[in-house]
């Protein structure tokens, strides 16, 4: 495995991306004819150096391996907004969807929600909502009461227990963190930054993941904003305007790291920079208006981006 650094200047960069057109969004050219597949908005860099990383295989030494960017910049983030489900950890396939199926299985509702039908459902922000949204479309189960009231009370108490399940699965250590999230955190945390999570998942979920998966150490130095604290759910930007708020920043020094269509939406609605790090069930989803789309944040050697880069995206220029 043979590794390959080389540096673009802003003028170099500025003329060898390729721009997709009318969204001027540039992809990184390493070689001609061959684009990676990283996705970088084109006023991410002006006024740093971008450093791209290659490895490639010795069996095909123009391959893509994988692409590793960093930024030099003196501006850092006043706070990293981390997404939780699909950003912190990828827990919609085989964590959130396992439990609501065991809830719906305890419960006798004869309902189960397979792959395909929850990727779909997961374009509703919010386990109460998501099911709501489902029964009103497809019936309600025969348990399930009349009265509009006594639904909501009905959907809340599924929601809890569902809620106990997937807390027994992050207990158990059986959803892994995502590659770099760790390392990321902890680079924010070390230079000062703010960092919270901001997710529409109850937040006794959140505060599980973040408690036994990031540790007590960096648990109580993350703020986390999750679940019913603000009455509407991403796409809208309440949450990100909250955690803002709350944190004393400004939403456009605020660098957000989401998964989904939905998040970035919300993100940049509050005015904040947004990067994507793609999960399963998102991977096809539009993001032509994050700043910056990569498959995962990454750990050296096998690093996507760090928190220097997170910086650049503030640096307010743009490439004519």
């Known amino acids: 495995m043979a590794s390959t650094t080389f540096s673009l200047s802003l003028?170099?960069?500025?003329?060898?991306?390729?721009?997709?057109?009318?969204?001027?969004?540039?992809?990184?050219?390493?070689?001609?004819?061959e684009k990676s597949s990283l996705c970088l908005s084109s006023s991410s860099f002006l006024g740093?150096?971008?450093?791209?990383?290659?490895?490639?295989?010795?069996?095909?030494?123009?391959?893509?391996?994988?692409?590793?960017?960093?930024?030099?910049?003196s501006v850092l983030p006043s706070a990293l907004l981390f997404d939780c489900d699909g950003v912190l950890v990828d827990t919609e396939k085989d964590g959130h969807r396992i439990s609501f199926n065991d809830t719906f299985k305890e419960k006798e509702l004869g309902v189960t929600w397979d792959v395909d039908l929850y990727g779909e459902l997961l374009k509703i922000g919010g386990g109460k909502e998501r099911m709501t949204a489902y029964f009103n479309k497809t019936g309600w189960p025969e348990k399930a009461p009349s009265d509009e009231e006594e639904r909501k009370q009905f959907i809340a108490s599924l929601h809890k227990r569902k809620t106990e399940l997937f807390m027994v699965l992050i207990e158990k250590k059986l959803l892994p963190l995502r590659p770099g999230v760790a390392k990321l955190i902890d680079q924010a945390l070390e230079k000062g930054v703010k960092v919270a999570v901001c997710s529409t998942s109850n937040e006794k979920a959140v505060t599980a993941i973040v408690s036994f998966l990031l540790g007590p150490e960096r648990a109580e130095k993350i703020q986390i904003f999750a679940g019913d604290v603000v009455p509407r759910k991403k796409p809208d930007p309440a949450i990100y305007t909250l955690a803002a708020s709350t944190l004393g920043v400004d939403p456009s020094s605020c660098v957000v790291v989401e998964d989904s269509a939905i998040g970035l939406a919300a993100a940049k609605a509050a005015g904040m920079k947004c990067i994507v790090t793609k999960s399963g069930y998102t991977a096809e989803e539009d993001f032509l208006n994050a700043d910056a789309v990569f498959d995962c944040i990454g750990d050296p050697p096998e690093e996507r981006f760090d928190l220097a880069f997170c910086g650049s995206l503030l640096q307010k220029q743009y490439v004519s």
């Open 48 to 73: 740093s150096k971008l450093n791209v990383s290659r490895r490639t295989s010795s069996a095909n030494p123009m391959s893509m391996r994988n692409v590793r960017v960093t930024c030099s910049a």
């Open 11 to 33: 003028s170099t960069l500025a003329s060898s991306t390729a721009y997709n057109s009318g969204n001027h969004i540039p992809t990184i050219s390493c070689k001609s004819n």
